[in-house]
């Protein structure tokens, strides 16, 4: 199995930006798809974006499309999510997700086996 730590979140103003990784330990990281969602309180866990094995293909939801990037570095067994030009609306914990394979990532957060413990993100207006 693979374990998956978040880091990056914080706080920051309307318009600003955040970093966001996911450091992976425990099998060949680029055996896996991977994923980054959002959840806030009394709401579904949220697709945001994922990234095939090798990085060469990536998707969106389109509430983050063109403002944030999404990216993986398979020879330091890391994910990363660019977050520009954030909005308040974006204030949520961010986890990120494994599944094991190959293929298109799901954006259905059921179909990911490994997620990581979270990391807020809070967007001041």
């Known amino acids: 199995q693979v374990q998956l730590l978040e880091s990056g979140g914080g706080l920051v103003q309307a318009g600003g930006s955040l970093r966001l990784s996911c450091a992976a330990s425990?099998?060949?990281?680029?055996?896996?798809?991977m994923g980054w969602f959002r959840q806030t309180l009394g709401k579904e866990r949220e697709f945001v974006a994922s990234?095939?094995?090798?990085?060469?293909?990536?998707y969106y939801a389109d509430s983050v499309k063109s403002r944030f990037t999404i990216s993986r570095d398979n020879a330091k067994n890391t994910m990363y999510l660019q977050m520009n030009s954030l909005k308040p609306e974006d204030t949520a914990v961010y986890y990120c997700?494994?599944?094991?394979?190959?293929?298109?990532?799901?954006?259905?957060?059921?179909?990911?086996?490994?997620w990581g413990q979270g990391t807020q993100v809070t967007v001041s207006p």
């Open positions: 425990g099998r060949t990281f680029s055996n896996y798809l």
């Open positions: 990234i095939t094995n090798s990085g060469g293909s990536t």
């Open positions: 997700a494994a599944r094991p394979g190959w293929g298109p990532p799901p954006t259905d957060s059921h179909l990911y086996t490994y």
